[in-house]
């Protein structure tokens, strides 16, 4: 009984919430517009669905990695984006909308890429060699596909629970995580070199060739634009791989199974670090590579998509308005700011108050400068006082 609640019931809980919560917080009708950009959205679904995974298998097979890691690995390269993606995105202001556009449409069409692209390669890597449990496999992925048309029906029919739909998503995400994390307790030490090369090598040869793929002239598009595909390309939604590497391994194999998503899971977080601040630096993003570190982190440099000039004063009477409040002190800050825009205000708290994950789903930085007073006092936001 106990053995069956831990090998199917709670990942696959666990699964549901997270991408039930992820679907359920898209606001569908408010990202139409986002899609016109066709060539970014279907350059960055052919890195994530076509590249990735190639890489994945080629890794695979050159290192000739024993099902129990390979197969995870394949998992986790042929799932959809993570929606950390989009904070990355948003933090270190690569281009937000067609980041948010791309996790979207890589949710939505992973339903049918994601058994599609580990059935071709799976079968590919091992084939007749190793017994595989594909029911431990189709189970999840139904999890996921339903999921999914629940969240965006949700979504639609009930968008003032968007906010609390997320935060849901959120936190069985981070449950999944710790739950695996126990599950492959022990197992961290007993790794060879070998296993932390060809976890890491899909997401860091990923970045790369994405890179090169994006800035193909011929796909027009801008340095923001590309970063957003490279970091939308190697983030992955390892919960997904988690949950079916609990579903589909048993005892010491199912230790070391679950390990090999945890583990790029911080490999991806890392190299998506590295390389927003990498191309921060080169001019690869909307914030200026002259301003201070702390100022591109804080401030809202997504104006630029648009072509407005990105002061203070662009974003601080929404945002205070949001953050602090419309008190004394903010709308005198406000004026300092607009007459003087080379100030900074001071104590705004802007983009320090509870970054969430998704953040362009429920009021991000990028959101939070083209709203209107008037409409941002209407819709709630996630992590800031009224």
């Known amino acids: 009984g106990m053995s069956i609640l831990v090998q199917y019931v709670v990942p696959d809980s666990l699964l549901f919430c997270l991408v039930w919560g992820m679907a359920a917080s898209v606001d569908s009708q408010h990202f139409r517009s986002k899609f016109e950009n066709r060539s970014g959205i279907l350059v960055g679904l052919g890195c994530q669905f076509l590249l990735l995974p190639l890489l994945g ?13 390979g197969i995870p690995l394949l998992l986790v390269v042929s799932s959809p984006g993570g929606s950390y993606s989009n904070w990355w995105c948003s933090l270190f202001n690569a281009d937000l909308a067609l980041s948010v556009a791309m996790t979207v449409a890589s949710t939505s069409i992973s339903s049918g890429m994601l058994p599609l692209n580990c059935f071709i390669y799976v079968e590919g890597a091992y084939g007749q060699k190793v017994h595989i449990e594909w029911q431990g496999f189709f ?8 999921a999914i048309v629940l969240g965006v029906v949700c979504g639609r029919k009930l968008p003032q629970y968007r906010d609390g739909f997320q935060i849901l998503g959120n936190i069985s995400g981070i449950l999944l995580i710790v739950f695996s994390f126990f599950v492959s307790h022990g197992t961290w ?27 193909y002239p011929r796909f027009g ?25 609990l579903t589909m391994f048993h005892g010491d194999d199912k230790a070391i199974a679950v390990s090999v998503p945890l583990y790029y899971g911080f490999v991806e977080a890392l190299a998506c670090a590295t390389f927003s601040l990498a191309s921060w630096k080169l001019g690869f993003t909307f914030a200026p590579p002259t301003d201070p570190l702390w100022a591109i982190l804080v401030r809202n440099y997504q104006d630029g998509a648009s072509g407005r000039s990105t002061s203070v004063a662009d974003r601080s009477l929404g945002d205070s308005l949001l953050f602090n409040g419309a008190n004394g002190s903010d709308a005198a800050s ?13 104590d705004s708290g802007v983009g320090v108050t509870n970054p969430l994950p998704e953040p362009a789903v429920s009021g991000s930085r990028g959101d ?5 007073p008037t409409t941002s006092m209407d819709e709630p936001v996630v992590g800031g006082s009224q």
């Open 57 to 69: 298998f080629l890794v695979v097979k050159v290192m000739q990695l024993p099902s129990k890691v």
């Open 139 to 146: 189970i999840p992925v139904a999890v996921v596909i339903v």
């Open 189 to 215: 030490r007993h790794r060879g070199l070998g296993f932390y090369i060809a976890v890491a090598l899909p997401c860091l040869l990923g970045l790369l060739v994405s890179a090169v793929v994006a800035s």
């Open 221 to 245: 598009l801008t340095k923001p634009e590309r970063t957003a595909v490279c970091i939308e390309c190697c983030y992955q939604n390892v919960g997904i791989a988690q949950a079916i590497a």
């Open 334 to 346: 406000i004026k300092e700011s607009q007459e003087y825009p080379s100030l900074v205000m001071p």
């Open 368 to 372: 939070l400068a083209r709203m209107e």
